[in-house]
């Protein structure tokens, strides 16, 4: 099993950043991909950014330019880095990972609150 923790999250203004984290632990050499998604009350869960094992990335279009994903694989933690953040980034951020054996596993989340 793979255990994933998220932290970093928490309340900036308009226009500030953020970095979240994301820990994981257990048996961390079967991970494959890595992912971000958010989701907001009463709305579906979105995938906001994913990063292969080989270090290739992808972005929705509306946090491209805003947000960077980068994993640190010595140290099994996944990063997402958010600038010029805008109030309707306003989610619960949860970390994902599959496996080679196509397992996946989810971390509980991380609140960010864009208020002025």
């Known amino acids: 099993q793979v255990h994933l923790v998220e932290s970093g999250g928490g309340l900036v203004q308009p226009g500030g950043s953020l970095r979240l984290s994301c820990a994981a632990s257990g048996a961390t050499f079967s991970i494959d991909s890595m992912a971000w998604y958010r989701q907001a009350p009463g709305k579906e869960r979105e995938l906001v950014a994913v990063?292969?094992?080989?270090?290739?990335?992808d972005y929705a279009d509306s946090v491209k330019g805003r947000f960077a994903n980068s994993r640190e694989n010595a140290k099994n933690t996944l990063y997402l880095q958010m600038n010029s953040l805008k109030p309707e980034d306003t989610d619960v951020y949860y970390c994902?990972?599959?496996?080679?054996?196509?397992?996946?596993?989810w971390g509980k989340g991380t609140l960010v609150t864009v208020s002025s």
């Open positions: 990063i292969t094992n080989g270090g290739s990335t």
């Open positions: 994902r990972t599959d496996t080679y054996d196509k397992r996946d596993y």
